[in-house]
């Protein structure tokens, strides 16, 4: 039973356009999301997060926005570069728990 | 110091064999976390230490023993393992705040190929 999914595996995108990455959550206890970066054969790098009581979150170029009702969160990256391809992972947690859960991650393509 | 660096970077190992996979921190977190990764799936967590106890053990086979001997160290120790046990194993550290929210910080991981 997957809580956290992201059902795009992979996604290309021109360099300087907006990349979108979406992620939806089942569990209604999640407070608190992630994105993570990974490039292969390295750890995953934490990017940006949210809690459940913001709808948006911004960090230069990338943006993440919740949308609780529909257990919902984007990734937004604008413009993007070639350094942004990637496997990025969506993950959830709650305060109940040390516990992160991811999604399966999206591969980012960035055409030149 | 904001890394979490892992020893060794690749491993091959016999299925008799024991070998032990190091992890280590100066961020002054207090949660330390051993994951596994395998190809184009998502880290799965193994094991969390909270204040160098053991909070959290997600049914790992006791052929994975963990050890967190203070605060900055953590420690894989790994017995008898089986080709299916090869991936990528990833440490992570976090700061444990009275929230609960917390970033994991992730080390670069280590290879581990069991023949």
């Known amino acids: 039973d997957q809580q956290v999914k992201q059902n795009s595996p992979s996604l290309s995108v021109q360099e300087g356009r907006i990349s979108i990455l979406n992620c939806d959550y089942t569990n209604s206890m999640f407070d608190y999301f992630l994105w993570y970066k990974k490039y292969p054969a390295e750890g995953p790098t934490f990017l940006i997060s949210i809690s459940s009581i913001k709808d948006k979150n911004e960090d230069g170029r990338f943006t993440v926005f919740l949308n609780k009702s529909a257990k919902h969160l984007s990734l937004h990256i604008v413009p993007s570069q070639p350094g942004d391809s990637a496997v990025y992972f969506c993950?959830?947690?709650?305060?109940?728990?040390?516990?992160?859960?991811f999604g399966k991650g999206t591969r980012l393509h960035i055409l030149p | 110091d904001t890394e979490v660096t892992q020893t060794p970077k690749h491993l091959v190992m016999g299925m008799t064999n024991k070998k032990s996979l190091k992890c280590e921190q100066h961020?002054?977190?207090?949660?330390m976390y051993w994951y596994k990764q395998k190809a184009k799936k998502p880290p799965e967590l193994m094991f969390v230490y909270s204040y160098e106890k053991l909070s959290i053990n997600e049914s790992v086979p006791s052929r994975f023993s963990p050890e967190c001997p203070n605060s900055s160290l953590l420690n894989l120790h790994l017995h008898a393992l089986q080709p299916e046990d090869s991936a990528l194993y990833l440490c992570a550290s976090s700061q444990l705040t009275s929230g609960g929210y917390n970033e994991q910080f992730f080390g670069p991981g280590t290879r581990l190929t069991v023949l």
């Open positions: 993950a959830a947690s709650s305060n109940r728990d040390d516990k992160i859960i």
């Open positions: 961020m002054g977190h207090r949660a």
